[in-house]
C-alpha cells in the first residue's frame, strides 16, 4: 500500500529505537507528544483503520475513541481487547507478535472500502448499544438489581 501514511500520535516512550525499524519511513508520520483533544479528533476522521499492535495490554481507550469515529479496529489478541473487538463485526483480531497477520488485515480493510465500512458502522453500534451512558446505567442497574434479590433470598 504505497499511498498509505501510518500515524502514530501520542506521548510515548523515546522513538528513536523504532524509527530505525522503519522500513518507509517517508510513509510514517510520528507525533510523540501529548495531542489535545481537538487533534485527536481530527486524527480519527482523517483515519482509515485504527491499529492497536500491542503485545500486552490489559485495556485501551482507543477502541472507544476509534468507534465513536466509526472507524474499525485491527487488534492483537491480549488481555481484554477481544471482548471490546468483535473480529468481522467491529474490526479484526490477529495473535500478538504477528507481523504478518497484523498487515495482512491492515491490508485488508484498507483495500476493501464496503468491509472499512461495515466494520466501522459495526463499531459504533457496539458503542452505542454497549457503552453509552444510558447502557453503562442499565448494566449497572442490572447488577444492584441482582445483588438485592441474593440478599433477599439469602435473608
Known amino acids: 500500500m504505497p499511498d498509505a501514511r501510518i500515524v502514530i500520535a501520542g506521548e510515548g516512550e523515546d522513538f ?7 522500513a518507509n519511513p517517508e510513509q510514517f508520520i510520528v507525533r510523540n507528544e501529548y495531542v489535545t483533544d481537538a487533534e485527536r479528533n481530527e486524527l480519527f476522521r482523517r483515519a482509515s483503520v485504527v491499529v492497536l499492535p500491542y503485545v500486552e495490554a490489559s485495556q485501551s481507550a482507543v477502541i472507544p475513541v476509534a468507534y465513536q469515529s466509526s472507524k474499525p479496529v485491527v487488534a492483537t489478541t491480549v488481555g481484554g481487547l477481544p471482548e471490546l473487538v468483535d473480529h468481522g463485526r ?15 488485515a491492515v491490508v485488508r480493510i484498507l483495500s476493501d472500502g464496503d468491509l ?7 463499531g459504533r453500534r457496539k ?3 454497549e457503552c453509552s451512558p444510558a447502557a453503562v446505567a442499565n448494566q449497572t442497574l442490572e447488577v444492584y438489581r441482582r445483588a438485592l434479590k441474593g440478599g433477599e433470598s439469602a435473608a
Do not use: F, S
Not at 528513536?16 to 522503519?22: F, L, P, Q
Not at 467491529?90 to 495482512?104: F, N
Open 127 to 129: 458503542l452505542d448499544r
Open 90 to 104: 467491529t474490526g479484526l483480531l490477529v495473535p500478538p507478535r504477528d507481523e504478518r497477520a497484523l498487515a495482512e
Open 16 to 22: 528513536a529505537r523504532y524509527r530505525r525499524m522503519m
Open 116 to 122: 472499512r465500512r461495515r466494520l466501522g458502522a459495526g
